[in-house]
C-alpha cells in the first residue's frame, strides 16, 4: 500500500512540474532534452571572435565571388537594354538564345494569365477580376472608410504602351512600375521574356483587328458608293 502510494506520488511529479512551468514566467531557457542540433555555437554580428586573425565575427566575402543567380554579365537578357551608337537604349529583340516560335508564346500566354491577367485582364484591356472586385467594393462603400481611389491597371492597348520596346515591357515585369510591384522574384528570367513577346502579341492582335475592321468599313462605303 505504502509503494502505491509513494509511486503515485511520483507519477503526479512531472505533470505538475510541467503545469507549472507553463503557467510562470522565467528567463532560464526552457529543458530542451532531445537538440537535433538546434543549440549550436554562433557569432552575433559585429562580435569578436578569436578564431580569425583580425578578430573579427563578420567576414568579408571571397573576392571575386559572386552570389547565385547574381551574375549581370549580359544586359540584354537580364535588363533588356542594349547598346547603340555608343548609347544605351531599349532592347526590340529579345536575347540571343531565344526563340519566338509557338512554344514560346504559349508559355508567355501562361505566365501572363496567371501573373498579369488578374489585374490587367486577358485580352489585356485592364478589366481583370482584381480591378472588378475593388471597383464594386469602391462603388458599394463610402469613400471615406478606404482613405484611397481604386486605380485601374494600365489597358496595354494604349498607345504609349503599344510603342514601348520589348525591351521596355519586360524591363516592366522584372522591376515594376508606379503601382505595379515587379514580378522578378517569382517569374525567371526566360519566362518574363516570353510574358512580354506574349504582350506584344496582345497588342498586335488588337491592332491588326481594327486595321482589318476600318478595312471592312471602307469597303462597305465604297460598295454602297
Request: glycine residues 8%; contains cysteine.
Amino acid at each position: 500500500m505504502i509503494l502505491t502510494i509513494v509511486g503515485s506520488t511520483f507519477a503526479l511529479l512531472p505533470p505538475a512540474i510541467a503545469a507549472r512551468m507553463r503557467s510562470e514566467m522565467s528567463r532560464e531557457p526552457r529543458i530542451h532534452i532531445i537538440q537535433n542540433m538546434d543549440n549550436q555555437s554562433r557569432w552575433k554580428a559585429q562580435q569578436a571572435n578569436p578564431l580569425f586573425a583580425d578578430g573579427r565575427a563578420m567576414r568579408l566575402p571571397v573576392e571575386g565571388t559572386v552570389a547565385r543567380s547574381e551574375i549581370r554579365i549580359d544586359d540584354h537578357l537580364e535588363r533588356g537594354r542594349i547598346m547603340m551608337d555608343s548609347q544605351e537604349v531599349w532592347a526590340t529583340t529579345v536575347p540571343a538564345g531565344l526563340e519566338i516560335d509557338q512554344v514560346f508564346l504559349n508559355r508567355g500566354q501562361e505566365r501572363y494569365n496567371i501573373y498579369c491577367a488578374p489585374c490587367h485582364g486577358w485580352s489585356g484591356l485592364g478589366d481583370g477580376p482584381i480591378h472588378r472586385r475593388a471597383q464594386r467594393l469602391v462603388d458599394g462603400s463610402p469613400s471615406e472608410s478606404y482613405g484611397t481611389v481604386w486605380v485601374q491597371p494600365k489597358n496595354l492597348h494604349e498607345q504609349m504602351y503599344v510603342d514601348q520596346p520589348i525591351g521596355q515591357i519586360y524591363a516592366t515585369i522584372t522591376l515594376g512600375a508606379r503601382s505595379m510591384a515587379g514580378y522578378k522574384a517569382q517569374v525567371p528570367v526566360e519566362d518574363r521574356w516570353a510574358i512580354a513577346a506574349y504582350v506584344k502579341a496582345l497588342q498586335l492582335s488588337e491592332t491588326e483587328a481594327e486595321q482589318e475592321l476600318d478595312s471592312a468599313t471602307d469597303d462597305a462605303s465604297m460598295g454602297g458608293e
